[in-house]
Structure formats: structure tokens, C-alpha cells
């Protein structure tokens, strides 16, 4: 079992920028990838960012180059830093953390918005 705790998300205005934070805890030594999804009201869960353990990092085509997502692998945390943020962003956000043996676990969830 991982668990994982999310803090950051809030709001921001057009331009803006937030951080998110992701802890791992539990059976980290199975985890194979660590990243995040989101999903707006009446769409689909979608990928934003995720980071391998040998560092591949892989960006939906929507937030490359305001996106940056990382990883500190002596806290087990994985952040996403959202720079030039636009409305279309806002979302609930899901940290996601992929097993070698194919299990996914999920955080809670937490609130992007994005509004001026």
C-alpha cells in the first residue's frame, strides 16, 4: 500500500502561479512513476505531468513549458510547479502513484482555480 497526502492548489488569477506538493508514504519501494492528473467539471481525469523513477518526465501538450513537475526522492515527494496559469486550468487535482506491479493509487484531490 502507498499513501499519499496533496497540499498547495488554491487560487490564482490569469498569470498566476501555484505549487503543489505530493508525500508518498507506505510501500514506496514499489513505486515505478509519480504524477498528476486533473479533472474539470464535466470532463474526463487527464494526465498533466508524470516523472519515472529514472527521471522521464512526460507533460500533456497543454502545460509544457508552464508546467514543471519534480521530484525529491529523499522525502518521497513529488511537486508540480504551475506557472502562467490560465482559467482553463482550474481542476481539481489528483497526485497518482503507479506500482511496478501495475497498482495505482490516488490522493485526495485538491482545487486549482484560475479567475481574475
Known amino acids: 500500500q502507498v499513501q499519499l497526502v496533496e497540499s498547495g492548489g488554491g487560487s490564482a488569477q490569469p498569470g498566476g502561479s501555484l505549487r503543489l506538493s505530493c508525500a508518498a508514504s507506505g510501500s514506496i519501494d514499489r513505486i515505478y512513476t509519480m504524477g498528476w492528473y486533473r479533472q474539470a467539471p464535466g470532463k474526463q481525469r487527464e494526465l498533466v505531468a508524470v516523472?519515472?523513477?529514472?527521471?522521464?518526465?512526460n507533460y500533456a501538450d497543454s502545460v509544457k513549458g508552464r508546467f514543471t513537475i519534480s521530484a525529491d526522492a529523499t522525502k518521497n515527494t513529488v511537486y508540480l510547479q504551475m506557472n502562467s496559469l490560465k482559467p482553463e486550468d482550474t481542476a481539481v487535482y489528483h497526485c497518482n502513484v503507479a506500482t511496478r506491479f501495475g497498482d495505482n493509487y490516488w490522493g485526495q484531490g485538491t482545487q486549482v482555480t484560475v479567475s481574475s
Open positions: 516523472i519515472g523513477r529514472g527521471g522521464v518526465i
